[in-house]
């Protein structure tokens, strides 16, 4: 008879395995420890599981793609503009001898070719004008310079979508110039360095000098910011004469020319300061340039003053048309800490002896290239104790310093920069927006 009860036995364990509850599943997905409920609850009463329905899983809503930019910006521009197609600049057709480009088959051919280029280019200037004018309804009395920087900065690696901490990303896309922030006097190339509280004032004049690259391709593009209604004319006097400038820019225009249509518009102004009324000047010896792959600063420069420099504009030629109007002389000279540096492209091989130059070298050449950089891009790298030789790097040649720029104590000064392209069949204002 034992032998005979051993099935029964067996049974009623299988009998109580059967009924015990299923265990919600590790992922922590609910609805399936909710199902294992539910058939653990119709084994038990075949009649309440009849009357009880079963749940429905929902389907996960899709998130929708972002149709614009956040305030800060942190939206991708190329989630903004799946297509890659990003808005053109302001195109203003070539005049007198240059009128057949607009038409010209081949040139229209040569023009098409560029796709790839055009696609970075006007990549890199939509992140610019997003930023720009968000820093323009951002940026306030009371401000630390540091704190201004870093939220232009933090923006542009971010609709670019690239951190630039991992080695080689800053190369891909992101700061393609430093963020400028030079105040009444200082003209230019100053930025913060670490432990830099300055603060923005009310009476500040501010020049905000930024640019974006999108694989080497660099929009540089300046604007400048004031509080006081006083030095509306200055701001206005630089914009115009900026515009000038793009204006008359073309090819085969001779750069001199361009020099003393900007200084005929700039000096046409005078601003009231303090019951004074100051003439307003071109600063005679910072000029426009040529932007070059991955290099800010080309061969050509465009002054802003009249000049007999008889070089042309060229098709091809990218140009950063950018003036500099003062109350002050009109001329600048090199002062105070710098902030500014970029690798030479043309540097000559040379045996560093000191360790420290060696290292940084190697962290510069893989980060940033012969792009220009401050010292606070490296202090985010990690690295530490780099200035000696840095300043090494720098007496060697190798690495290119950019002292601060100012003109006399007391005086003001303004900047309005625009990034223009000289298609085969059109001049292009790449970095042209809406507010300027």
Request: glycine share 8%.
């Amino acid at each position: 008879m034992a032998a005979q009860e051993a099935p029964a036995e067996e049974l009623s364990k299988l009998s109580v395995e059967e009924t015990k509850p299923v265990p919600a599943a590790a992922n922590g997905n609910d609805s399936d420890a909710e199902s294992g409920d539910e058939e653990a609850e119709e084994g038990a009463s075949p009649a309440a599981g009849a009357a009880k329905k079963k749940k429905k899983r929902k389907p996960r809503k899709k998130k929708k793609a972002p149709t614009s930019q956040s305030e800060p910006p942190r939206v991708l521009v190329s989630q903004l503009f799946p297509n890659k197609q990003y808005p053109k600049g302001e195109e203003v057709e070539y005049v007198n001898d240059n009128l057949n480009r607009v038409t010209n088959e081949e040139k229209r051919h040569l023009d098409n070719l560029n796709q790839e280029f055009l696609t970075d280019y006007r990549h890199a200037a939509e992140v610019h004008r997003q930023v720009r004018q968000w820093a323009q309804k951002s940026i306030k009395p009371g401000q630390t310079l540091t704190e201004i920087a870093e939220n232009i900065e933090d923006s542009v690696r971010a609709l670019t979508g690239h951190t630039g901490l991992e080695e080689g990303d800053a190369l891909i896309a992101g700061m393609g110039f430093p963020t400028g922030l030079s105040i009444n006097h200082c003209a230019a190339h100053y930025t913060p360095n670490a432990g830099n509280k300055m603060v923005l004032q009310e009476d500040d004049v501010m020049k905000v000098d930024f640019g974006v690259h999108v694989n080497g391709r660099i929009v540089d593009s300046a604007f400048t910011v004031a509080f006081n209604p006083r030095y509306d004319p200055l701001l206005e006097a630089v914009k115009a004469a900026t515009n000038a400038g793009i204006k008359e820019a073309g090819i085969d225009v001779r750069v001199g020319d361009i020099g003393a249509v900007i200084q005929e518009v700039m000096e046409s102004y005078e601003v009231e300061i303090n019951g004074q009324m100051l003439p307003v000047k071109s600063i005679r010896n910072l000029n426009g340039h040529t932007i070059n792959h991955y290099s800010i600063h080309g061969t050509k420069s465009v002054p802003i003053v009249k000049s007999s420099d008889q070089t042309k504009m060229e098709e091809g030629d990218v140009f950063a048309i950018e003036t500099f109007g003062s109350t002050g002389n009109g001329y600048v000279h090199e002062e105070g800490e710098v902030s500014h540096y970029a690798k030479r492209g043309d540097a000559a091989k040379v045996d560093l002896r000191l360790s420290s130059a060696k290292s940084l070298l190697s962290v510069i050449t893989k980060n940033f290239g012969t792009l220009p950089f401050c010292r606070r891009y490296i202090d985010r790298l990690g690295q530490d104790k780099y200035l000696l030789g840095l300043n090494n790097l720098v007496s060697q040649g190798i690495v290119e310093a950019y002292p601060p720029l100012v003109d006399k104590k007391g005086s003001y000064t303004a900047q309005y920069e625009h990034t223009i392209l000289l298609r085969p069949t059109v001049k292009e204002v790449i970095s042209r927006g809406d507010d300027f």
